[in-house]
């Protein structure tokens, strides 16, 4: 069963950047959409980014533009890079299957924009 370490978040102001990573174990990972999901507090866990398998993104229309997710699969490893913060990308993001299995959420990493 695949499961997800996600790591590299931090405080950031808002117009910064950072890169998220989510190390994934299993063996599916190469066969899979993985998608970069977020919670903030108060609000449903929402997906963010996804790319397939064959390398085709998509994106929610709120981090267009501003976030760009890629894939290494001989390292298993999903990544964010996400430029131009806002105060409303403030949230716990994780790492999952698109669709997500349930069983494989890892426990996120907190990006925090403030100034």
């Known amino acids: 069963q695949v499961r997800f370490v996600e790591s590299g978040g931090g405080l950031v102001q808002p117009g910064g950047s950072l890169r998220l990573s989510c190390a994934a174990s299993?063996?599916?990972?190469?066969?899979?959409?993985i998608g970069w999901y977020r919670q903030a507090p108060g609000k449903q866990r929402e997906l963010v980014a996804a790319?397939?398998?064959?390398?085709?993104?998509n994106y929610a229309d709120s981090v267009k533009g501003r976030f760009t997710i890629s894939r290494d699969n001989a390292k298993r490893t999903a990544y964010v890079q996400m430029n131009s913060l806002k105060p409303e990308d403030t949230a716990v993001y994780y790492c999952?299957?698109?669709?997500?299995?349930?069983?494989?959420w890892g426990q996120g990493t907190q990006v925090t924009v403030s100034s």
């Open positions: 999952n299957t698109d669709p997500f299995i349930m069983r494989s």
């Open positions: 299993g063996n599916i990972f190469s066969l899979n959409t």
């Open positions: 790319m397939s398998a064959s390398g085709s993104t």
